[in-house]
């Protein structure tokens, strides 16, 4: 068995390296694009200082149709837009495009659901008092859900190691394309049990540090 791990490790560390792109990436493009997505439809709700039905139910519709499409699926149809905006199909960075756009409307939903958390009265005593849309986003708002938006951003990562994996299985790489190659098409068992204790060693060590980093952010 020691023999067998050893000579399977050159291929895993690639494997896990591909899916740390592919998350990483994800991760990233979730944080920079789903952040002010979720903001929006949070500010622009009914009630509130931005209202505006147009855009929070364009936005919201646009969010709904995106999170209804299995991820399997939106990969696959993603491929053409993939194959435009990279020239290639296959590997971790071609994969994170389906990633990144599973991830946006995931990460919206939960900012936006952080947000609403937040006393509604803090909001309409920071109007009374004049306080511009951007100064209520960035010293209200923000502050009161850093801790929400840390733990959503660690269930993002979850989810992201997981579609990741179903990636690997149509030539995206990363873990789920080892345990496809060795652990499906050669019945190695024992690839496949590797591969699905790195994922879940993989889930636990992000699951600790996003609750250790949200727990730290809420006490400060």
Do not use: H
């Not at 999170?67 to 435009?84: A, C, E, H, K």
């Amino acid at each position: 068995m020691w023999e067998q791990f050893i000579t399977i490790l050159p291929e895993l560390n690639k494997s896990f390296l591909e899916t740390l792109i592919m998350v990483g990436i994800g991760l990233i493009v979730a944080l920079v694009v789903g952040l002010p997505l979720g903001l929006l439809l949070f500010v622009t709700d009914r009630n509130l200082f931005l209202e505006n039905k147009w855009v929070k139910g364009i936005a919201g519709v646009v969010v709904n149709l995106v999170r209804s499409v299995p991820f399997i699926i939106l990969l696959v149809f993603l491929f053409p837009f993939t194959n435009y905006l990279l020239g290639t199909t296959t590997g971790p960075v071609a994969a994170s495009v389906a990633l990144s756009v599973a991830a946006i409307p995931f990460y919206a939903r939960i900012v936006e659901s952080s947000a609403r958390d937040i006393d509604r009265g803090v909001i309409e005593a920071a109007i009374a008092c004049g306080a511009s849309p951007w100064l209520i986003i960035k010293d209200i708002i923000f502050p009161e859900i850093k801790s929400g938006l840390i733990s959503g951003l660690t269930i993002t990562a979850i989810s992201l190691i997981g579609y990741s994996a179903m990636a690997g299985a149509i030539g995206g790489g990363g873990i789920g394309d080892l345990a496809i190659r060795y652990g499906y098409y050669r019945y190695d068992n024992f690839v496949m049990f590797t591969t699905v204790i790195l994922l879940i060693v993989m889930v636990q060590v992000v699951q600790y540090v996003g609750d250790f980093v949200a727990k730290s952010v809420k006490k400060s």
